[in-house]
């Protein structure tokens, strides 16, 4: 009787789900996101969001505009472009269209106008700093995780001149030319007055070393990033490997850092279409199953581009307490796709993943990245809940709400929280 009131029923489940998932705050742990301190890193409004790289690469295939023509507009009239071609003249069927309808409509704006004078209007009347609270109200994000470049000069000079960031804004130190183009990462270094080489003679591993600390020290992030191609293989003889050995994984030791791998991009394919020519290919689990069982004492954090990648990443997790698969990535960032691997992951790992992660570069973004990612990974949980429910388990709300917030927030918590941080932010 008593117990009768604490069980979700059958005919409950799926609105207890959809609930727990909806009013679950989430820590979003991959995101291009800046404070409104960063001014011109700091993107959103409608021509921002119009213009999305995702959605460059569609307006070719409906567009005879040449890619240089497009380049050299201006922005708002590369979002006049992209607005004619993808929601005017087609249905803005495609996820990358479908989340610019969504984010409108949730701000009060009609999609289905002919032009981009009405959300230019609304966004002209609205300030930053109001509009960054009810984006992350809407979308219930509570904090969220930046990428942070020391080798981007113009995101460089926003930390050294000491800009205001925000407790919810976390930190990390992404370092991509470090590993696959070491000749910049030398050349930043070198200009910086460390003592690096090209050929990494001594002292390069030690000086890259203190370079990585200095930053660590002014960002105070919750993990070190490195996305990677599908051609990244770990151990093999190149820089790479060595960078890996003699620089980051120390570096992660030592401040009890995890490092986080996002492996599996084909960079450049087409590079007509700057940052929107970058496409995907298959990559080696092993490696990943190499790096890990390696470093037991180092956290990674993975996730992997490739859909053909997703099975062998929650197999090598099963193996692995020190892996922590994240988020659908990108191109995998599709409904269809993150209902499928959330499902296969929860079927292999139980709660013990985190399912999503936006990637949003312009703040309004999280609107959308999250109410469809809500109403997706509720799908899978479901699911899963109602083969439990089934087999004749007795599952209660407090059960539901505890494996949502394990995902949506615990696991991260955990997995960043014996780092040596000492203020910033409400991460342990
Ligand atoms: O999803 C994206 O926006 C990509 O362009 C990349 O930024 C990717 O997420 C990355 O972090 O490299
Ligand atoms: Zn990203």
């Known amino acids: 009787m008593v117990e009768g009131n604490r069980f979700v029923s059958a005919n409950d489940l799926q609105r207890v789900v959809e609930e727990s998932v909806q009013q679950t705050p989430v820590i979003d742990i991959h995101t291009h996101l800046y404070p409104p301190s960063f001014v011109g890193l700091c993107l959103w409004g409608i021509d921002e969001l119009v213009t999305y790289h995702y959605l460059v690469a569609e307006l070719f295939r409906s567009s005879r505009v040449t890619p240089a023509q497009f380049w050299a507009l201006n922005k708002s009239r590369q979002a006049d472009v992209i607005w004619d071609a993808l929601f005017v003249k087609n249905t803005p069927l495609s996820e990358a269209a479908a989340g610019v309808v969504a984010v409108m409509v949730k701000l009060g704006l009609d999609p289905c106008q002919p032009d ?5 209007e609304y966004f002209a009347s609205i300030s930053i700093e109001e509009h960054l609270d009810r984006v992350l109200e809407l979308a219930h994000v509570a904090e969220l995780v930046m990428t942070n ?9 926003a930390w050294e001149r000491n800009e205001p960031c925000p407790d919810r804004f976390h930190r990390t130190l992404r370092m991509d030319p470090v590993l696959n183009d070491w000749k910049t990462a030398h050349a930043v270094m070198t200009a910086a007055g460390y003592k690096t080489s090209a050929d990494l ?47 980051v994984l120390p570096t992660c030791l030592y401040h009890n850092i995890p490092f986080a791998l996002m492996i599996g991009v084909s960079r450049q394919v087409n590079p007509a279409l700057k940052e929107a020519g970058d496409s995907v290919g298959y ?12 470093n037991p004492d180092v956290r990674f954090l993975v996730t992997m581009l490739s859909r053909e990648n997703q099975h062998g990443l929650c197999v090598a997790a099963r193996k692995l307490r020190n892996l922590m698969p994240f988020g659908c990535w990108w191109f995998l960032n599709n409904p269809s796709i993150v209902e499928d691997v ?16 936006s990637d949003a570069r312009i703040l309004d973004q999280l609107i959308y990245k999250w109410g469809h990612a809500r109403r997706t990974v509720s799908r899978a949980l479901h699911a ?31 997995w960043v929280g014996a780092t040596n941080r000492k203020e910033g932010g409400a991460l342990p």
């Not at 470049?149 to 000079?157: C, H, T």
């Not at 092993?286 to 390696?294: K, L």
């Open 116 to 120: 981009l004078k009405q959300a230019r």
């Open 149 to 157: 470049d020391p080798f981007n000069p113009v995101e460089r000079a």
């Open 201 to 247: 003679a001594s002292p390069t591993a030690a000086e890259a070393r203190r370079f990585l600390d200095l930053w660590i020290a002014r960002l105070r992030p919750v993990y070190l990033a490195v996305s990677l191609p599908f051609t990244f293989v770990y151990p093999d003889d190149s820089p790479r490997t060595r960078l890996i050995r003699e620089v």
């Open 283 to 294: 990559a080696d689990t092993g490696s990943v199953e190499r790096i890990c069982v390696e």
């Open 342 to 357: 959330s499902a296969e992951r929860l079927e292999l790992l139980g709660a013990t993943f985190i399912p999503q992660h």
């Open 384 to 414: 899963s809940y109602s083969r439990l429910v089934a087999d004749g388990y007795s599952l209660t709300r407090e059960q539901i709400v505890r494996d949502v917030t394990r995902m949506f927030s615990g696991n991260f918590r955990t």
